[in-house]
């Protein structure tokens, strides 16, 4: 029923750029929280991001603060994961998941790869 598609994913330089985004669809919850998780292999998912309704407020975890931005564009029902400065302990494969704002369980999408060397 939920569908999210992740995308942008690649390989970069440690230094570098990219931009992920993930379409969602199927959803019915009137309030959402979207979020971007990782994981790197033998390492467990890890929470990366979250944005909440229209944007209202955002959550970053601290190995990722003031590189990587989360936002949302709600007319095309896509969020963003703006990732700068990127490190080869970023690599890992993306995941996008929705859920309701405050609560209940997440809906995941295929995740992207990402690599930095």
């Known amino acids: 029923h939920v569908q999210l598609v992740e995308s942008g994913g690649g390989s970069v330089q440690a230094g570098g750029s990219l931009r992920l985004s993930c379409v969602a669809s199927?959803?019915?919850?009137?309030?959402?929280?979207l979020g971007w998780f990782r994981q790197a292999p033998g390492k467990e998912r890890e929470v990366v991001a979250h944005?909440?309704?229209?944007?209202?407020?955002?959550f970053y975890t601290d190995s990722v603060k003031g590189r990587f931005i989360i936002s949302r564009d709600d007319a095309m029902n896509t969020a963003y994961l703006q990732m700068d400065s990127l490190k080869s302990e970023d690599t890992a494969l993306y995941y996008c998941?929705?859920?309701?704002?405050?609560?209940?369980?997440?809906?995941w999408g295929q995740g992207t790869q990402v690599t930095v060397s």
């Open positions: 998941a929705i859920r309701e704002e405050y609560g209940g369980s997440w809906d």
């Open positions: 944005i909440y309704t229209r944007g209202d407020d955002t």
């Open positions: 199927g959803y019915n919850y009137d309030r959402n929280c």
